[in-house]
């Protein structure tokens, strides 16, 4: 019996990297372990708090975002990075980053966004026409059709970074010169277990964030990284390198972290399982039957009971959905929350709440994709 509980104990043990994540993750616990500062939005400006994001604290911690935050006050420039691996199905956990992505173009922040396809290629498939597809298909078209302006973004590919010669070199030369600034020993303490494709996914990674700031991009200018909790290991070790590479002079990188999407099981949304996840090209009637057999309760086992002792929203899925963004309104979202506390709202009514707010969005967004489609050429591969 024993040897059985210690099993399970670690069946549960949260573990965050990269590569996997598990357990229950312990939000306040990861910013101790990583050093990070818990984001307060009410030093932010004022704008911060239009998004349902900050406001609720989904984006909960960060590293040196007060020079985003002072860059945006005075007025001065600054850009946003992030990366997409082109793999999979484009879902509700990889709208809630383009949904910052969006917002801080709206902030007024130069966005650039890579493909990790070369990455893809040393971790997922070899298949370098599937991978370009899938990043056009799903991620590309669903950025334009949630409100990307292609016109204030740069959009590449790792393995294609420009048509421009001198960018393009100046960008694979970091990349290149990255490497004779970091050790094995900081790769192992960083990632643990790793690999000749891990070293150089990371070291491009490296490259992505920081070589916007070379003279041939913006020159040195704030640039803030937003990424799920699990990414920060390729944060550190981007922030350690850019400071010890004396030829360039670049501003430290700041980042902020979000709270995991949960899957629909409960956990983290993955990739990997389709009933995990709604993705935005799902119609309508797929949706509702997701949310209908999958969506996890935090209702107790009859109505009875439920009505007497009431659910538990914070773990409900439809709730969290509804939290994440799907109601925008805080003043009904915790209506909605003391109702379900309360027991007054019971579990299907409360999966149908989410399914009219999806439903509808779907209906919406694909008639926006169809648009969308007629954008996607002038946006691949600009000078």
């Known amino acids: 019996m024993r040897k059985k509980a210690i099993t399970m104990d670690k069946i549960r043990e949260?573990?965050?990297?990269?590569?996997?994540?598990?357990?229950?993750?312990?939000?306040?616990?990861?910013?101790?372990?990583?050093?990070?500062?818990?984001?307060?939005?009410?030093?932010?400006?004022?704008?911060?708090?239009?998004?349902?994001?900050?406001?609720?604290?989904?984006?909960?911690?960060?590293?040196?975002f007060e020079r985003i935050a002072e860059a945006f006050r005075k007025k001065k420039p600054f850009s946003m990075m992030t990366g997409l691996m082109p793999s999979g199905k484009f879902h509700?956990?990889?709208?809630?980053?383009?949904?910052?992505?969006?917002?801080?173009?709206?902030?007024?922040?130069?966005?650039?966004?890579?493909?990790?396809?070369?990455?893809?290629?040393?971790?997922?498939?070899?298949?370098?026409?599937?991978?370009?597809?899938?990043?056009?298909?799903?991620?590309?078209?669903?950025?334009?059709?949630?409100?990307?302006?292609?016109?204030?973004?740069?959009?590449?590919?790792?393995?294609?970074?420009?048509?421009?010669?001198?960018?393009?070199?100046?960008?694979?030369?970091?990349?290149?010169?990255?490497?004779?600034?970091?050790?094995?020993?900081?790769f192992k303490a960083v990632y643990g277990e790793i690999t000749p494709g891990k070293m150089s996914a990371s070291l491009l990674q490296a490259a992505d964030m920081l070589h916007l700031q070379l003279p041939e991009f913006e020159s040195p200018v704030p640039t803030v990284?937003?990424?799920?909790?699990?990414?920060?290991a390729h944060i550190r070790l981007a922030r350690d390198i850019s400071q010890r590479i004396k030829i360039y002079n670049f501003i430290q990188l700041s980042s902020t972290y979000h709270m995991f999407m949960p899957g629909l099981k409960s956990g983290k949304m993955s990739s990997s399982d389709p009933n995990s996840y709604i993705a935005l090209t799902d119609t309508p009637e797929e949706a509702e039957a997701k949310i209908k057999k999958y969506a996890f309760s935090g209702g107790q086992p009859s109505m009875k009971e439920h009505r007497k002792k009431g659910g538990n929203p914070d773990v409900d899925v439809s709730f969290q959905i509804l939290k994440y963004g799907m109601e925008p309104n805080d003043k009904k979202l915790q209506e909605i929350y003391n109702k379900y506390k309360s027991g007054e709202l019971l579990t299907g009514e409360l999966k149908h709440i989410l399914i009219e707010k999806i439903c509808d969005f779907l209906k919406h967004h694909q008639r926006e994709r169809e648009k969308a489609k007629s954008k996607l050429d002038r946006f691949i591969l600009k000078d």
Request: hydrophobic share 40%; glycine share 6%.
């Open 92 to 186: 509700f956990g990889h709208k809630l980053v383009a949904e910052q992505i969006i917002f801080y173009q709206k902030l007024g922040a130069k966005v650039y966004i890579t493909v990790a396809d070369i990455e893809a290629y040393n971790s997922r498939t070899h298949d370098m026409e599937k991978l370009r597809k899938t990043a056009i298909d799903e991620y590309l078209t669903n950025y334009i059709a949630l409100g990307l302006d292609i016109k204030k973004c740069d959009f590449y590919f790792q393995s294609e970074r420009s048509k421009n010669g001198k960018k393009s070199n100046a960008y694979y030369s970091l990349a290149g010169m990255l490497a004779g600034h970091a050790t094995f020993n900081e």
């Open 14 to 64: 949260m573990k965050v990297t990269p590569w996997e994540v598990s357990g229950h993750i312990d939000y306040e616990k990861l910013i101790k372990e990583f050093g990070l500062k818990p984001i307060n939005i009410d030093i932010l400006p004022k704008e911060f708090s239009e998004s349902v994001l900050f406001r609720r604290n989904i984006i909960f911690a960060h590293r040196d």
């Open 225 to 232: 990284v937003p990424v799920g909790i699990d990414q920060d």
